[in-house]
């Protein structure tokens, strides 16, 4: 288990916002907006020699900066927001090191899986990560897409789990109820993935202290796969109080 880096870009802007309030409206709770661009970040990052993070673009006006950040570290990040087929390849020879992909795969409620073998096609399993946030719905946690106002029907369990994994190699999942609360992880959605997922994940949301990241290592101490973590609100350079980043980012447990 380590730490991951993000970056989440609204507006063109590096923010970190509450993730249940995010609207096509535009009136989203922000808790804190960076006067710092993405490629600072990504520099940052490169400079402590952080592989693995996400760029994720939060709706339109965001590629500028994102292309920004992947040229500050090529092949050093992950990028995910209205990637298709179409222009996959074009963030691949960008710099992304894989693509993150939500509603392009799971659109009109369920899996599109003629979309899924097309961009699985372009590429390949081992950069392609597809994003699982979920939000719970009567006692059962349910992928959502579009910025996680669309509800599918796509219940996250282990039948599920193993069917995507034959397509991506690791799996981001927003804990979206949670997300920018800094009340502390989801664990009982932590519990459903260490049981259930094969693969590696990347969990976010809700964690705000060193006992939340305590916790995810004991989960991931009898997990299939490792869940490594992101930090958001609750760090230094995003705002926060929290965490500071000079020790979490040494946060590596076996």
Known sequence: MKFRPCIDLH?????????????????????????????????????????????????????????????????????????????????????????????????????????????????????????????????????????????????????LFEHLSQFSFEFLIHAADVEGKMAGPDRRLLEIISKDCPVPCVYAGGISSKEDIQLMHTLNSGAKAPIDFTVGSALDIFGGSGLRYQEVKWYIFS
């Not at 989203?28 to 994720?56: M, P, T």
């Open 11 to 159: 507006q063109g802007k590096v923010k970190q916002i509450v993730g249940s309030t995010l609207r096509d409206d535009g009136a989203v709770k922000e808790n804190f907006v960076s006067e710092k661009n993405a490629a600072w970040y990504a520099q940052l990052y490169r400079k402590d020699n952080l592989s693995g993070g996400h760029i994720i673009k939060l709706g339109s006006g965001n590629d500028e900066e994102a292309m920004s950040a992947l040229a500050a570290w090529p092949s050093g990040m992950q990028v995910g927001g209205n990637i298709t087929a179409d222009n996959a390849k074009v963030w691949l020879d960008n710099g992304a090191s894989a693509i993150i992909i939500t509603s392009y795969v799971f659109n009109a409620g369920t899996i599109n899986i003629e979309n899924l073998r097309k961009v699985s096609g372009i590429t390949g399993r081992e950069r392609l990560v597809l994003d699982l946030s979920c939000r719970i719905r009567d006692g059962q946690y349910y992928i959502v897409t579009d910025r996680w106002q669309q509800w599918t029907s796509q219940r996250l369990d282990r039948a």
